[in-house]
Structure formats: structure tokens, C-alpha cells
């Protein structure tokens, strides 16, 4: 079982959706939990950055995590087409030497 | 402008032969990072040094090998023992106090193997 677990998608939904993207994990000692966001050909770039438990806002992003759970989340308000990218899940725990677990990645299709 | 470059962003290798990657950047980050992506796989760690003159194996460092000679450099070098070389490599950056461990990452070398 992997560390961390990404439905790879693709995921298509109609412009102006909500979008949910999540991710579950194993590791209880995951403190850190970062979305990114990939086009194509690509290097990720950074959307959210969260610190244990809660929700944190950006724009049209909420990134959420559930500690009791093992489970974060990313929404996405009114989807966009140029949202349409694949979108990683990122996780790391403290003293771990700042390296990062990944998921697979979530690939998003927002069509017109 | 601050950020991450990578260079080249198309390489084709021969197999046999020893290819070096670049990576530099000058946001003044202490910890860089060599990171393969393959299709359905996510990223995987190759190499990773949080300081200059060091750096550790991460998960697949077999058939790789890195420097750390300069803050602002972390070159890759893809030796011929690396059995499937070809991949989509990634270079990131962080510094400790900022927060946590956000990473930020070059555009990539998509390497090739002929």
C-alpha cells in the first residue's frame, strides 16, 4: 500500500463546477500538506500549503485536512477550463529532512 | 527574477552514455531536490541536499549521482547503469523556516533515451 493515495482520474466536469480533488494517507506523522498544480509538460507549481488540521482559503481554492481521518482535500468554485491541469497532493512530516511524499496526481478536465 | 531553471528541456541519450542534467536557482534556497515523474507514478526522489558539499539518496538514486559543489547548482548526471533512463526529471528548491517543506520546482528535462 502507498503512503499516499490519488484517484488518477481523469476527471471531467463542465465549466463553472465544483470541483473536489482528494487524497488519504497512512503516515499519522504528516504534518505538512501542499496541492500542486501541473500542466502538461510541465514543472508543479505551487496552490496551497497547509499546517495540520483545518481549512485554509485562496481565491477560488479551499485546500481542507482531516487529521482524524487521514484525508485532505482540494476544492475548486466555478472551474475554469484553464483549471484543467493535473493536480498532486504533497505531504511531509517534521524532522523528515524536508522530503516531500507525493501522490500520483488527479488529472482535471474542465470543459466548455 | 527569482527562480528555477533547468536545463536543457529536451535531451536524447544514447544508451551507454552518461548525460548531466542542470538545475540552478537563485532564490537563496539551502535544500534542492532531483525528482522523477513517470505516467501514472507521481514523482519519485532521486537525490536530495539540504546543504552545499552534501547530499543523500532518496528513493531510486541507483544509476544516478549529483554535486552539491555551489548553493545555487545541483547538477544530475544519468549514468549509463540506470536501466530505463528515460523520464521526465524535475528539480526543486526549498529553505527550512519558511513555513514548512514547500517545495518549488523548475519546467523540467524530458530525457530520452534512443
Known amino acids: 500500500q502507498k503512503e499516499v493515495e490519488q484517484d488518477p482520474g481523469p476527471l471531467s466536469v463542465p465549466e463553472g463546477a465544483i470541483v473536489s480533488l482528494n487524497c488519504t494517507y497512512s503516515?499519522?506523522?504528516?504534518?505538512?500538506f501542499m496541492w500542486y498544480r501541473q500542466y502538461s509538460r510541465k514543472g508543479p507549481e505551487l496552490l496551497m500549503y497547509t499546517y495540520s488540521s483545518g481549512n485554509k482559503e485562496d481565491g477560488r481554492f479551499t485546500a481542507q485536512v482531516d487529521k482524524s481521518s487521514k484525508y485532505i482535500s482540494l476544492f475548486i468554485r466555478d472551474s475554469q477550463p484553464s483549471d484543467s491541469a493535473t493536480y498532486l497532493c504533497a505531504m511531509s512530516e517534521p524532522g523528515g529532512g524536508n522530503k516531500l511524499t507525493f501522490g500520483t496526481g488527479t488529472q482535471l478536465k474542465v470543459e466548455l | 527574477d527569482g527562480g528555477i531553471t533547468q536545463s536543457p528541456k529536451y535531451l536524447f541519450r544514447k544508451e551507454g552514455q552518461n548525460v548531466t542534467l542542470s538545475c540552478e536557482q537563485n532564490?537563496?534556497?539551502?535544500?534542492m531536490y532531483w525528482y522523477r515523474q513517470d505516467p501514472g507514478q507521481g514523482l519519485r526522489l532521486i537525490y536530495y541536499s539540504q546543504i552545499v558539499n552534501d547530499f543523500q539518496k532518496g528513493d531510486i538514486a541507483e544509476g544516478y549521482s549529483v554535486s552539491r559543489e555551489k548553493k545555487e547548482s545541483f547538477p544530475l548526471t544519468v549514468t549509463s547503469a540506470q536501466k530505463n533512463p528515460t523520464a521526465f526529471y524535475l528539480c526543486a528548491s526549498s529553505t527550512p523556516g519558511t513555513g514548512g517543506n514547500e517545495q518549488f520546482f523548475g519546467p523540467g528535462t524530458r530525457l530520452t533515451v534512443l
Open positions: 532564490l537563496n534556497h539551502d535544500a
Open positions: 503516515n499519522s506523522a504528516f504534518q505538512y
